[in-house]
């Protein structure tokens, strides 16, 4: 089944401690990107990917780094979490990111609470 | 600020009803879509609309992008409680840029 998935799915932290959110494509898929979903605020783009080792800053990078070793992979790190970065989290792909018919496949979300 | 903003935000109606949610920017795009997110899941593509004035139909939803490009309406004939949900729309912006609004989150009542 053609699929993103996103691990975990829940996950509570303190401030401070390091974690990584897993993301992962089966549909050969060149572009990845991360978002975050706020109340009032809707998707907002954290980082995207155009191919493997290609990445670059979305709307709303700060306190976030990723990388693209392969191309099904694409981990969001955050070094340093902070209460603000509590959210809701997508890992998205799609076969290109710049083409107008691209449809994006979205994974099923991590809900993210810092404490 | 949003670059793409959505109206109205909440929408709530009885089943079989009409309604019309609207997708506004200052900017225009190459191309505009409109995801249906669940609650419990990632948004999912219902349609992608390119061209100024283009109308495209999917059973009871009619999707419009303007004709400057900057604007997109979707129009639900009949709504049904499995029309509810959070319409988001997003438009793609310098080719690799895809900005989203903020959603309109329908409740259709049976």
């Known amino acids: 089944e053609a699929q993103v998935t996103q691990n975990p799915r829940y996950l509570i932290t303190v401030t401070g401690k390091k974690l990584t959110v897993t993301c992962s494509q089966n549909?050969?898929?060149?572009?990845m990107s991360w978002y975050r979903q706020d109340p009032g605020l809707g998707l907002r783009q954290i980082y995207y990917?155009?191919?493997?080792?290609?990445?670059d800053k979305g709307d709303v990078p700060e306190g976030y780094k990723v990388s693209r070793k392969e191309k099904r992979n694409f981990p969001l790190i955050l070094e340093s979490p902070s209460p603000n970065q509590t959210s809701l989290y997508f890992c998205?792909?799609?076969?290109?990111?710049?083409?107008?018919?691209?449809?994006?496949?979205f994974g099923p979300g991590t809900r993210l609470t810092v404490l | 600020t949003q670059l793409l903003e959505q109206s109205p935000q909440f929408l709530s109606i009885q089943e079989g009803e009409n309604l019309t949610v609207y997708c506004n920017s200052s900017s225009v795009f190459s191309s505009l879509q409109w995801y249906r997110q669940e609650p419990g899941e990632g948004p999912v593509l219902l349609v992608t609309?390119?061209?100024?004035?283009e109308v495209k139909k999917l059973k009871r939803l009619t999707f419009q992008f303007g004709d400057a490009r900057k604007d997109s309406s979707l129009h639900i004939t009949a709504a049904q409680p499995g029309d509810t949900g959070l319409y988001l729309c997003?438009?793609?912006?310098?080719?690799?840029?895809?900005?989203f609004g903020a959603g309109t989150r329908l409740t259709v009542k049976p």
């Open positions: 990917s155009m191919n493997v080792e290609v990445t």
């Open positions: 997003a438009g793609l912006y310098n080719n690799n840029d895809m900005r």
């Open positions: 998205a792909s799609s076969f290109s990111g710049s083409s107008s018919y691209n449809e994006q496949f």
């Open positions: 609309v390119v061209t100024g004035g």
């Open positions: 549909m050969n898929h060149e572009y």
